[in-house]
């Protein structure tokens, strides 16, 4: 492989690395040589998800659990990773997702959200981004280069009904990632970036009740979405592992302040 896209005996720190994209995205990088820093709050994901990413590429990946809310665990975290690993070449942010409360049902107005949810959700969703790309890309400005991933959505672009306090996080988000590179890069030189891809719709965990049913059939909300998607389908967890790669190696080394779509069409689909 061109050293230019080369992922090789880097090391990637990256949050949320459990779920279904973060899964796929982690086992993606050590098979392309480098070495995973697993962020999460739950022993037990990371151990059996380490167990899994070794198997694939013994001793490629490493577990810290740390909530990515918790500045003063994070820089702990910071210490740690220089003095055990030297460098951190990139930082994927993926902790998020939504809570019940947060999540209107069909047959609900604006005036039955919960405001505590939904105060959570920005939280985990904006400061869950904001907060560890602070701090751990003070470590990137002190070595003189890295790359960090946050994760938008199409819920940042345009009204996705019924999950408002999700939206208001990822078009923070957004936002962020913009002001983040001018930052990084007007202060700190051209070597650290920030972008940002927003995902179209895949079916994980968080979201399957809301996309299919039992019998595995489409909700009606999933036929919406299919139906305003020009590729008629919904995204494979890894079709996000070419852009993450891009994003993270030299390839994109003139990149920074963008947020890419990776979305089979739908933000480009007027519905008619």
């Known amino acids: 492989m061109s050293t230019l896209l080369s992922l090789k005996d880097k090391n990637y720190a990256l949050s949320g690395g459990t779920g279904t994209l ?32 070794n198997l694939i590429a013994g001793n490629s990946t ?21 003095k055990d690993f030297g460098t951190l070449d990139g930082l994927v942010n993926l902790a998020g997702g939504n809570i019940p409360g947060a999540t209107l049902k069909p047959d609900q107005t604006i005036y039955d959200i919960e405001i505590s949810d939904t105060r959570k959700v920005v939280d985990i969703n904006l400061f869950g981004t904001v907060i560890p790309t602070i701090v751990l890309s003070e470590l990137m400005v002190k070595q003189g280069h890295g790359s960090i991933v946050n994760i938008s959505s199409m819920a940042s672009k345009q009204t996705i009904s019924r999950v408002l306090g999700y939206s208001m996080a990822k078009a923070g988000v957004d936002i962020f990632t913009k002001w983040m590179a001018n930052e990084l890069a007007s202060k700190h030189g051209d070597k650290i970036r920030v972008n ?73 689909f007027s519905g008619v």
Request: overall charge negative; cysteine-free; aromatic content about 8%.
């Open 22 to 53: 973060g899964g796929s995205i982690a086992e993606y990088l050590v098979r392309n040589g480098a070495k995973v820093l697993l962020l999460g709050r739950s022993l037990d994901k990371l151990e059996t998800k380490q167990k899994e990413l």
């Open 62 to 82: 490493h577990i810290f659990v740390v909530d990515v809310m918790n500045e003063e665990a994070l820089t702990n975290l910071k210490d740690t990773i220089e």
């Open 196 to 268: 940002a891809i927003a995902p179209g719709f895949f079916i994980g965990n968080q979201n399957r009740r809301l996309l299919t049913n039992e019998d595995g059939s489409f909700t009606e909300r999933g036929k919406s979405i299919i139906r305003n998607t020009p590729m008629g389908r919904f995204g494979d967890a890894s079709e996000l592992n070419g852009m993450v790669h891009y994003l993270l190696s030299n390839a994109s080394s003139f990149v920074t302040g963008s947020i890419f779509d990776v979305d089979g069409g739908f933000s480009s």
